[in-house]
């Protein structure tokens, strides 16, 4: 937390009018956007989502490499990863068409409850997405040349997932370079 001070000298005026620039908290990261049949329950360390379909942010990943974790509470089908904009039809579904939705199957991964899925995401190299289950790298369900903006998802069916986006509450160090998602402020 910090705060900018500026001074600035007016015509006519023998005075330096002094104001202050807060910094605001950084905004969260959250599923705000999911099917009819998910339920999202939002906590300090996280969002839970569980029910039927998908849920995602409304927080493009705008940077070079995001980071982001998966915790499995309760054992069931999932699958995560990112996704362009959907419609309320396809938030009925799963993710992981590879034309509009890119995942990790629950079945692919092998997770449990307890375990922990990183998400990796980067725009500058290959591959673009990438996979981690309780801290090491899966070589399987890596993706390459994602393109145009898209937003971390998950979908479940029979499962509880805690998707976490601030860095306090990750189990995992990211990859190199790769940091928790930022949400991108206008300053004008």
């Not at 937003?151 to 805690?162: G, Q």
Request: hydrophobic share 35%.
């Amino acid at each position: 937390m910090g705060c900018c001070s500026c001074r600035c000298l007016f015509r006519g005026s023998r005075e330096a009018p002094t104001f202050e620039l807060g910094v605001l908290d950084s905004p969260l990261v959250r599923l705000d956007r999911y099917g009819p049949d998910v339920k999202i329950e939002s906590s300090a360390t996280g969002d839970a989502i569980s029910g039927l379909g998908v849920a995602y942010t409304s927080t493009p990943i705008e940077q070079d490499a995001a980071y982001w974790e998966v915790h499995v509470e309760t054992d069931g089908r999932f699958r995560v990863g990112v996704c362009r904009n959907l419609d309320q039809e396809a938030m009925r579904k799963e993710i992981g068409d590879e034309n509009s939705s890119w995942a990790l199957r629950s079945e692919d991964a092998g997770a449990v409850e307890g375990d922990v899925i990183g998400v990796a995401f980067g725009q500058a190299e290959l591959p673009n997405l990438s996979f981690f289950l309780n801290g090491e790298l899966l070589d399987h369900g890596q993706v390459n040349r994602i393109r145009g903006e898209v937003f971390p998802a998950a979908c479940v069916d029979s499962a509880k997932l805690r998707c976490v986006f601030d860095e306090a509450n990750f189990e995992h160090a990211p990859p190199r370079t790769h940091t928790a998602i930022r949400v991108t402020q206008n300053i004008i």
